[in-house]
């Protein structure tokens, strides 16, 4: 990225009036949907599931609202139907996961996430303990792998899809990292009849590209879902680096205005 595109990400006066406002309507959504989630899960699984895709959206409200941001998205026409989906992505910054479950909620995806965050963060920690999300020990590649297979056999029983990042991390500044392919291929190892779906994200690193002191406004966030890639049309060993590409391509489409696939 060039000196000259970070210079326009700089803040600006506006940033730090919206900030407070922002950081006070997100503490407000995290608390009142850990309790709406903690009240459905009483009655039922799907009821918090329900919940849970409310919680994505008024994520995702309080960043077009307040932020001012705006969304560009895309879908492909269809999906394989009847088979397991393994959603791949770029990544970048905690809104991700909204973003993403949101505007793919009829697939219920569930994230492959940092043990880490299974505490401490209302509404988000709880439903990453009770929701069938894999929580993995990035430091015990063992323990990862271990955890990812048991997510992936569990996802076709609850209807569920899943959803990786194989970066291994989020990309403070946009950049994104060559993929890994341990987690991805663990997961198909237990769901061979499972299509990959890439997709790309872009601005969503700008959100907290200082850490939300202060959040920018007018952000442009992107999320294009691409067509699905059957991994028994290729060679195990170059699947990794095909999505890699493809994914890869289209964050460069994206950033010269180009259009999609």
């Given at each position: 990225m060039s000196e000259a595109s970070r210079e326009s990400f700089r803040p600006?006066?506006?940033?730090?009036?919206?900030?407070?406002?922002?950081?006070?309507?997100?503490?407000s959504i995290l608390l009142v949907f850990h309790l709406l989630q903690v009240v459905a899960r009483r009655v039922s699984v799907r009821l918090q599931e329900h919940m849970y895709d409310g919680l994505c959206g008024a994520l995702l409200l309080n960043?077009?609202?307040v932020a001012?941001?705006?969304?560009?998205?895309?879908?492909?026409?269809?999906?394989?139907?009847?088979?397991?989906?393994?959603?791949?992505?770029?990544?970048?910054?905690?809104?991700?996961i909204p973003l993403q479950g949101w505007y793919l909620r009829s697939f219920r995806p569930r994230f492959v996430a940092k043990r880490e965050l299974s505490h401490?963060?209302?509404?988000?920690s709880y439903a990453l303990r009770t929701l069938g999300h894999a929580l993995i020990d990035r430091d015990d590649a063992r323990q990862s792998i271990s955890a990812i297979k048991e997510f992936a056999r569990a996802l076709p029983a609850a209807s569920r899809s899943a959803a990786i990042y194989p970066e291994g991390t989020r990309s403070r500044d946009g950049t994104m990292a060559p993929?890994?392919?341990?987690?991805?291929?663990?997961v198909l190892k237990e769901l061979p009849?499972?299509?990959?779906?890439?997709?790309?994200?872009?601005?969503?690193w700008r959100?907290?590209?200082?850490?939300?002191?202060?959040?920018?406004?007018?952000?442009?966030?992107?999320?294009?879902?691409?067509?699905?890639?059957?991994?028994?049309d290729l060679p195990r060993r170059d699947l990794t680096d095909h999505i890699d590409q493809l994914i890869r391509n289209e964050l460069t489409r994206i950033r010269a205005g180009e259009p999609g696939n």
């Open positions: 600006r006066v506006r940033d730090y009036l919206i900030t407070p406002v922002f950081l006070v309507v997100l503490l960043l077009k609202i001012r941001a705006r969304f560009d998205v895309r879908l492909p026409a269809e999906f394989p139907p009847g088979v397991p989906l393994v959603f791949v992505s770029n990544h970048q910054s905690m809104f991700d401490g963060v209302p509404a988000i993929l890994k392919g341990a987690g991805l291929l663990a009849a499972a299509h990959v779906v890439p997709m790309t994200v872009d601005g969503t959100i907290e590209q200082y850490r939300l002191r202060p959040v920018p406004a007018g952000v442009r966030l992107t999320l294009h879902v691409l067509p699905a890639v059957r991994p028994a």
